[in-house]
């Protein structure tokens, strides 16, 4: 009896660390089970204890359990800091990734996604099991997101098990993620790449957590580019960039008396070539004035003389925007040597505006620009304007256009000239509206964008240097979604963070907790059962 004594002590001493260890670092995880861990503890050691009181009157008896008792102390202190470790380790989670490239991190625009998350999502991997590393690949992204996001849910699950699943997302196929949140449910195939799977989750996330949706309008009815043009004059690679972080486009005509939609984030006007009645622009003007954006293209006319007017001249005045009838020309050798072709211009000085200072060090390549200007407007509220593009140093703006449509452009002195002030391709503008007097709402903010290039966005030339990167982070801009601009310093969309994944780190927890434990029950048992001889 006397044995038995001296082996549930250890052992109820041990679960009784254990489980209140249990209870107070994870109480919400299973509490059965670290509430039967103590009550058996304390039923093992109690009855231990009362079978220790003749040892314990005993001098050399009583040594013997003081030494004992040390030992189970110092035991229990090693459990107890293991489990703090390990408490830390769970509840405050960080991670160093210490390669230069930073190839093991979520990209920055990701973390600020997921940091400005504040409700329920639910992420829902539907892949079948018959491919098992593309599933364990998502998988192993989609936790490194939950890691960072305490707020959203994962679900792995094969399309053909879950039948009731698909039903229940209303969606068909494999291969595919659907993210709720409330109402808002968007789904998107698995592209294969980690790169475009992160920036596609990211952007799913910014969708559903959004209040409303994210509406583009491309105008027409004045001659505009047209939107579906067939070949490298259209408009669906921006189209399919735009889809790709849920922006959904749409055409829009305004007829006499109507107005913007509510549900409009952007109009984008490209290039008109028949003037703008007076009552659309006053249509314009509402919206702007109730927050909207606006995206003018304006390219050079080869018809249009000195003197004539450019179709968006009268919405450009009002923004304090004036597109000068002349072209930029780049001849320089430097750049001979890649685009033959002078009226080919490359965009190499960028502002300081959030949406294009990311670009410093690279080139935007447009063709057939319109070099732009800006001046002061002060009507109901300043105008606040940015440069955002410059083209090169030694380009230059060419007022004879019949001189540069003959090859004959390049003037050196005018070259010269221009080192220092090169032509302006992209200007970007806001300003706030107050209220007017008697209304109570907050005052609204305005942002208006003009490229003298309508080119540089189409099928052929959007792919070129970062002309996709000066799109997409301008819209991102015009559209209030800052969030999603790349900022200056910030490296490339890139490499994941490899993650544990979930079953793994279960068990790599739990072995932390369970072997200490072991190793005491153990040693304790054997000095124990040492001890009693």
């Known amino acids: 009896m006397k044995r038995i004594f001296y082996i549930a002590g250890p052992v109820g001493m041990a ?33 231990a204890i009362w079978g220790w009181r003749q040892t314990l009157r005993d001098p050399v008896g009583g040594k013997r359990v003081r030494f004992g008792a040390n030992a189970l102390v110092t035991a229990a202190v090693v459990v107890s800091i293991v489990l703090l470790l390990n408490f830390f380790a769970v509840r405050y989670r960080e991670r160093w990734d210490l390669t230069r490239a930073r190839v093991f991190s979520l990209h920055p625009v990701t973390m600020r996604v997921l940091d400005s998350i504040d409700r329920e999502v639910d ?22 997101f939950k890691f960072y996001t305490p707020t959203m849910s994962l679900t792995v699950a094969d399309p053909q098990r879950r039948p009731d699943l698909m039903q229940e997302l209303g969606v068909r196929g494999t291969q595919l993620t659907v993210v709720r949140s409330g109402e808002r449910v968007v789904a998107f195939p698995d592209p294969g790449d980690a790169t475009e799977r992160e920036a596609q989750l990211a952007a799913a996330l910014r969708e559903v957590t959004r209040d409303t949706d994210k509406v583009i309008y491309w105008i027409y009815g004045h001659g505009e580019r047209p939107l579906e043009a067939e070949g490298e004059l259209g408009y669906q690679v921006l189209q399919r960039e735009l889809a790709s972080s849920f922006y959904r486009v749409e055409t829009l005509s305004l007829g006499p008396g109507q107005s913007v939609p509510e549900d409009a984030s952007l109009l984008i006007i490209a290039d008109p070539q028949d003037p703008i009645q007076e009552s659309e622009l006053a249509a314009y003007d509402a919206y702007l004035r109730r927050g909207g954006s606006i995206l003018a293209l304006t390219d050079v006319d080869m018809k249009q003389r000195t003197s004539d007017e450019n179709p968006l001249a009268p919405l450009l005045a009002r923004w304090g925007i004036r597109a000068l009838a002349g072209v930029a020309i780049d001849a320089r050798p430097e750049k001979l040597g890649e685009y033959e072709d002078t009226w080919t211009v490359l965009g190499e000085q960028y502002g300081r505006h959030e949406s294009v200072a990311a670009l410093r060090g690279k080139r935007t390549v447009y063709i057939g620009a319109r070099p732009l200007q800006f001046f002061q407007v002060l009507e109901d509220q300043q105008i606040f304007h940015h440069v955002m593009v410059r083209a090169g140093r030694g380009v230059y703006a060419e007022t004879d256009l019949e001189r540069a449509a003959s090859g004959r452009a390049g003037d050196s002195v005018a070259m010269a000239e221009a080192a220092e002030d090169p032509p302006i ?10 209220p007017r007097p008697g209304e109570t709402h907050a005052g609204t903010q305005a942002r208006f964008v003009v490229f003298g290039d309508a080119d540089f966005l189409n099928n052929a030339q959007l792919p070129q240097r970062a002309n996709d990167d000066l799109a997409l982070n301008v819209v991102n801009w015009i559209t209030g979604e800052e969030l999603l601009i790349r900022r200056e310093g910030e490296r490339q969309m890139g490499k994941t963070a490899v993650t544990i994944e979930p079953p793994r780190m279960r068990r790599v927890r739990l072995g932390l907790v369970l072997e200490p434990v072991v190793v005491l029950l153990i040693g304790g048992v054997i000095w124990f059962l040492r001890r009693s001889k």
């Open 15 to 47: 679960l009784l660390v254990v489980g209140a260890g249990w209870a107070v670092l994870a109480p919400r995880l299973h509490p059965g089970t670290y509430r039967g861990l103590v009550v058996v503890g304390l039923l093992m050691l109690l009855p």
């Open 123 to 144: 992420v829902f991997a539907l892949f079948s099991e018959r491919e098992p590393l593309a599933a364990r690949a998502v998988e192993g992204l989609y936790e490194t």
């Open 425 to 434: 391709l992209g200007i970007a503008a806001f300003r706030r509206f107050e």
